[in-house]
Nanobody, 111 residues
Framework: QVQLVESGGGLVQPGGSLRLSCAAS????????ASWHRQAPGKQRVWVATITSGSSTNYADSVKGRFTISRDNAANTVYLQMTSLKPEDTAVYSCIMRGVWGEGSQDTVAS
């Protein structure tokens, strides 16, 4: 059974950066793809980025060029580096792997 724990969220000013981590346990981490999604207040959860087992990546248009998804298989962790943050990036960010969701990490972009 996979368990996912996110960390790294918080409050940041517009234009700032945050790095989210998603640590996995109880699984052979390196053979699975992982994704980040986000849910803004009052809106549905939407896909943000995916990284495959071979480290190929894909991004939503809204974050392309600003966000970077990566993985460290030795540490069983997936990361989401977020730069040039905008107020509209404010959301709860959740990772998913093998159909299992993490609890989410609140990120707020405000001056």
């Amino acid at each position: 059974q996979v368990q996912l724990v996110e960390s790294g969220g918080g409050l940041v000013q517009p234009g700032g950066s945050l790095r989210l981590s998603c640590a996995a346990s109880g699984s052979i981490f390196s053979i699975y793809a992982a994704s980040w999604h986000r849910q803004a207040p009052g809106k549905q959860r939407v896909w943000v980025a995916t990284i495959t087992s071979g480290s190929s990546t894909n991004y939503a248009d809204s974050v392309k060029g600003r966000f970077t998804i990566s993985r460290d298989n030795a540490a069983n962790t997936v990361y989401l580096q977020m730069t040039s943050l905008k107020p509209e990036d404010t959301a709860v960010y959740s990772c998913i792997m093998r159909g299992v969701w993490g609890e989410g990490s609140q990120d707020t972009v405000a001056s």
